[in-house]
């Protein structure tokens, strides 16, 4: 838990480095004094740590007759930006969804008009030091890991700007729609920064290592269109207030059917993308046994419906 003593706190944040870099380490040091170094010596967890830097929250929706949960990040002040108490709160969704039998769907939004502008900079100066930087990198790696592994089909929602941390967030869902103005951005190099949510990897993955290299490495901002073309998303929604209807609309394409045969097809395509093949078709094998001669299954055959 990152037990320091006091006589090696200023050797430890290197200090003299920040002055040099013009950084008041006066102010710093009494800075971390109160928040950081304080947490860290009374042995806190990395969830109470966070939940020091307060501002806005992570709400969600779940509509039990569709299945679909509304995500949103509620910052409008700051453009959505996450805060360390709304870091939790995206914790606290994802683990209550794990456990939603009934959910299908998911659309992550932004509140009034705008996406997120990545982390709250009243959080990320008050965690600067390096360990508590690597602890809430780590803490949000695996968020934005277990939301995108969850067994519900989900849609990232773009109106407006999604920069930074935002643009980390989009490639955690499994498809990704932009109104017609919206924009994206990863511009954690133009902040001394590289991606630090998994972003980077998961972008590699989603549209080929050159591209990627290209939009981290200028901090590319992409458009619907070029997004569009290089399939980073699955779609342009026009600029109307009724957006995020929608986007809904977009997602029951994609669950329209039993919970429990949407939620196995989606398991079945995380564990493909993440295992290699022979860990993968023992899955999909254990999966298949599941719904065979399931409820989903016996009703569908009474009905006696031929395709063709």
């Known amino acids: 838990m990152f037990l320091f003593r006091m006589r090696h706190f200023q050797r430890f944040i290197g200090l003299s480095k920040l002055s040099s870099s013009g950084v008041n380490s006066k102010t710093l040091t009494s800075h971390y004094v109160n928040k950081t170094f304080s947490a860290a010596a009374n042995g806190m967890s990395t969830r109470a740590q ?8 992570v709400d969600v929706h779940k509509d039990t007759d569709s299945g679909i949960a509304i995500i949103t990040l509620n910052n409008p002040e700051k453009k959505n930006a996450l805060s360390g108490k709304m870091m939790v709160d995206l914790c606290d969704i994802v683990s209550d969804l794990e456990q939603w039998s009934p959910g299908k769907g998911i ?3 932004g509140a009034q008009g705008t996406f997120c502008s990545g982390g709250d900079l009243s959080t990320v100066k008050q965690i600067i030091e390096p360990a508590s930087g690597a602890r809430m990198s780590e803490y949000m790696h695996n968020v934005l890991a277990r ?13 407006g700007k999604a920069l930074g941390g935002g643009a980390e967030l989009v490639t955690a869902c499994d498809f990704r729609l932009m109104t017609s103005s919206a924009e994206i951005a990863f511009v954690q190099i133009k902040m001394g920064l590289a991606t630090g949510w998994g972003g980077g990897t998961r972008l590699t993955r989603l549209i080929g290592r050159t591209k990627a290299l290209e939009l981290l490495s200028i901090a590319q901002r992409i458009t619907p269109s070029d997004a569009l073309r290089m399939g980073f998303i699955s779609d342009i929604l026009p600029e ?3 957006a995020l209807d929608m ?3 977009w997602l029951k394409r994609h669950t329209n059917g039993p919970s429990e045969v949407i939620r196995a097809t989606k398991k079945i395509v995380s564990s493909a993308a993440e295992q290699n093949i022979e860990e993968s078709l023992t899955g999909e094998r254990e999966i298949f046994r599941t719904l065979w001669g399931g409820a989903a299954q016996i009703k569908i055959l009474q009905k006696n419906i031929k395709h063709k």
């Open 147 to 159: 939301l995108l592994q969850l067994p519900l089909i989900s849609i990232a929602l773009v109106r």
């Open 50 to 57: 966070l939940m020091q830097f307060t501002g806005g929250s």
């Open 247 to 249: 986007a809904v609309s």
């Open 240 to 242: 109307t207030d009724n």
């Open 107 to 109: 659309v992550l939004q």
